[in-house]
């Protein structure tokens, strides 16, 4: 490379720390209602010690809790802080742009290992702020498909079984790539080792009840409750009869080729297609002149073969799903400055860097005006709890129109154990209800309608603080005949809907 290359790529990963560190320096992550649940499942973590599930997914079954895992030191050392929780996210970033640079430095050079680096550095810094799941698997898919790769090339059993065991992970991170990925590889690996590979090699697959025994376990003391969804998730019928699959193939096809975030804000809404096209064009043309071929060749497979694969789902793709395969494509874009292309390419990719640091840009302009003020905003959701930390004795509750309020709750429960203040989920004379925004005119499922039946307060607030986002805080002084009418058992969803 260039000095004028390496400077500019590492301008690049200094930016995109810059970036991912953005809002974690502003005392503040994004505390949607996926981080929120992370948070109370570590809280869960850090009172049973051992989990065997993880949170719940988009399909009604459970994710491994390695992600859970993964999260729990930084839980532990911030005493439950998601400040320190969002430092740890940064660092993890930081992890992946590492490994990702050796992998690739390892299969096309140093050029793609650098484009590869300074690319993988910009797409997880748009993630750093608000971290769930779907990116643990994010983080091994480019480690698993270069330690498939190195099986290809040396048949050597420890890289069969590294490939398997991260597999594993991935499926422990997010069902929905690890299964297939998981299917695609030990396809792979039975049909080569049966025809003309070791056969020896075949008692790697012995691995796999054990990356799965969590759920084993769990399936065993629950009398086959997760097998039963499983089974009830892949033979659903729509109005008793086969389900129209037409609709489906659609919406594959156009995730495949559309969905790919190449920019990761195609302003003209055709770019990433194009970008996308053209990789899987000059895939087959370096396949066809045998160059890395079993690169491009697996890299097809596994694409491809996931959203075969994904047919299993009789729901539409989701966005969760695929996002973890980018830096795959990332890697595969890398490769090209390893090719006759380089110098064709070389300016095209230096300008997809800079289109994505200047959206980058846009985000930290648009996020910083949200701080402290956003709905999904850590420090707001800790700062309005911290109103009630006016009184010494009070119980308080939080409502949310999707009945289990974790972001909200988190940020009560964190704020009053940090102080030693309030009762959760109990009515006290000074009692405290944190209100999330609720649809207009709802009076329904609205908050009012909540507190009088569920929380079973007639009474009106003597003080009500409204934020501009929508939040409300209310505060009211009950009576001993408020304080004795009974709860609705429901009132605290706790995990079960996680």
């Given at each position: 490379m260039s000095i004028l290359l390496k400077i500019g790529f590492i301008a690049v990963l200094v930016f995109s720390f810059v970036f991912a560190s953005w809002s974690v320096a502003h005392d503040d992550i994004i505390f949607s209602a996926d981080i929120g649940r992370d948070f109370h499942l570590l809280r869960e973590l850090d009172e049973k010690k051992i989990v065997l599930i993880g949170p719940r997914s988009s399909t009604g079954l459970f994710h491994g809790p390695f992600w859970t895992y993964l999260t729990y030191p930084a839980f532990v050392i911030g005493e439950g802080d998601p400040i320190v929780m969002g430092w740890y996210f940064v660092l993890l970033a930081v992890l992946f742009v590492i490994a990702n640079y050796f992998i690739a430095k390892d299969l096309f050079g140093k050029l793609p290992a650098a484009f590869f680096a300074a690319m993988s550095a910009l797409y997880t810094a748009y993630h750093a702020s608000s971290m769930f799941s779907p990116l643990g698997a994010m983080f091994f898919i480019p480690l698993f498909f270069y330690l498939f790769i190195k099986y290809i090339r040396t048949k050597k059993f420890k890289f069969l079984v590294l490939n398997i065991i991260v597999g594993g992970i991935i499926l422990q991170f997010q069902l929905a790539l690890g299964v297939p990925f998981l299917i695609?590889?030990?396809?792979?690996?039975?049909?080569?080792?049966?025809?003309?590979?070791?056969?020896?090699?075949?008692?790697?697959?012995?691995?796999?009840?054990?990356?799965?025994?969590?759920?084993?376990?769990?399936?065993?003391?629950?009398?086959?409750?997760?097998?039963?969804?499983?089974?009830?998730?892949?033979?659903?019928?729509?109005?008793?009869?086969?389900?129209?699959?037409?609709?489906?193939?659609?919406?594959?096809?156009?995730?495949?080729?559309?969905?790919?975030?190449?920019?990761?804000?195609?302003?003209?809404?055709?770019?990433?297609?194009?970008?996308?096209?053209?990789?899987?064009?000059?895939?087959?043309?370096?396949?066809?002149?045998?160059k890395n071929r079993d690169i491009y060749l697996a890299f097809l497979y596994f694409y491809f073969g996931f959203f075969v694969l994904s047919f299993i789902n009789k729901g539409p793709i989701l966005y969760f799903y695929t996002f973890p395969m980018f830096p795959l494509i990332f890697l595969i874009m890398a490769s090209f400055l390893n090719t006759k292309f380089k110098k064709?390419?070389?300016?095209?990719?230096?300008?997809?860097?800079?289109?994505?640091?200047?959206?980058?840009?846009?985000?930290?302009?648009?996020?910083?005006?949200?701080?402290?003020?956003?709905?999904?905003?850590?420090?707001?959701?800790?700062?309005?709890?911290?109103?009630?930390?006016?009184?010494?004795?009070?119980?308080?509750?939080?409502?949310?129109?999707?009945?289990?309020?974790?972001?909200?709750?988190?940020?009560?429960?964190?704020?009053?154990?940090?102080?030693?203040?309030?009762?959760?989920?109990?009515?006290?004379?000074?009692?405290?209800?944190?209100?999330?925004?609720?649809?207009?005119?709802?009076?329904?499922?609205?908050?009012?309608?909540?507190?009088?039946?569920?929380?079973?307060?007639?009474?009106?607030?003597?003080?009500?603080?409204?934020?501009?986002?929508?939040?409300?805080?209310?505060?009211?002084?009950?009576?001993?005949?408020?304080?004795?009418?009974?709860?609705?058992?429901?009132?605290?969803?706790?995990?079960?809907?996680?």
């Open positions: 695609l590889s030990v396809g792979y690996y039975v049909f080569t080792i049966l025809r003309k590979g070791n056969k020896k090699h075949l008692l790697a697959f012995l691995l796999l009840p054990v990356l799965v025994s969590n759920f084993i376990i769990f399936d065993l003391r629950h009398e086959n409750l997760y097998l039963n969804k499983v089974f009830g998730f892949v033979t659903v019928e729509e109005k008793g009869e086969l389900y129209n699959y037409a609709g489906l193939i659609r919406d594959r096809i156009n995730i495949a080729f559309t969905g790919v975030e190449v920019l990761r804000n195609d302003t003209y809404g055709y770019l990433n297609l194009i970008f996308f096209v053209t990789i899987i064009i000059l895939c087959v043309v370096l396949i066809k002149e045998n064709y390419l070389i300016v095209p990719l230096i300008m997809i860097l800079i289109i994505n640091m200047s959206n980058a840009i846009n985000d930290i302009e648009g996020y910083s005006d949200k701080i402290g003020k956003d709905a999904y905003s850590w420090k707001f959701l800790r700062e309005a709890s911290e109103k009630m930390l006016e009184e010494n004795d009070f119980g308080y509750f939080v409502y949310s129109p999707d009945s289990v309020a974790y972001e909200g709750r988190y940020a009560a429960i964190f704020v009053t154990e940090q102080n030693g203040k309030g009762s959760y989920y109990v009515k006290k004379p000074i009692t405290y209800v944190l209100s999330a925004p609720t649809p207009e005119n709802d009076f329904i499922t609205g908050d009012e309608w909540w507190i009088k039946n569920k929380v079973n307060i007639q009474s009106d607030p003597v003080s009500v603080i409204k934020f501009e986002n929508g939040y409300k805080l209310k505060k009211y002084n009950l009576s001993p005949e408020e304080i004795a009418a009974p709860l609705d058992p429901q009132v605290d969803t706790g995990l079960h809907f996680r």
